[in-house]
């Protein structure tokens, strides 16, 4: 089992920047990768960034060069860096953190953030 716990949304004017904070708890040693995903209201959830155990970042086309994904293992903490948010990043931001266990994948997701950006 895994807890994980957002904060660092808000409410921001277009070009500005907000860093969101994924804490994780609970069985980390097992953690296999951890993502970003958001989701507009109407569509499915879909990956912003998503990085693994060894430190490979993967991001959303619509997000490369102004999000950053990280992970600080000392603090089990992932974060997401976004600059240069546009009205269009609106949506609620989940963190996600995938379990692998007897070869069988099992994923985690955390209660979601709201990110607002104003035009």
């Known amino acids: 089992q895994v807890q994980l716990v957002e904060s660092g949304g808000g409410l921001v004017q277009a070009g500005g920047s907000l860093r969101l904070s994924c804490a994780a708890s609970?069985?980390?040693?097992?953690?296999?990768?951890m993502g970003w995903y958001r989701h507009f209201p109407g569509k499915q959830r879909e990956l912003v960034a998503d990085?693994?155990?060894?430190?490979?970042?993967n991001y959303a086309d619509s997000v490369k060069g102004r999000f950053t994904i990280s992970r600080d293992n000392a603090k089990n903490t992932m974060y997401l860096q976004m600059n240069s948010l546009k009205p269009e990043d609106t949506a609620v931001y989940y963190c996600?953190?995938?379990?692998?266990?007897?070869?069988?994948?099992?994923?985690?997701w955390g209660q979601g953030t709201q990110v607002t950006v104003s035009s």
């Open positions: 996600n953190a995938v379990l692998v266990v007897g070869g069988v994948g099992y994923a985690y």
């Open positions: 609970g069985s980390i040693f097992s953690i296999n990768a």
């Open positions: 990085i693994t155990s060894g430190g490979n970042t």
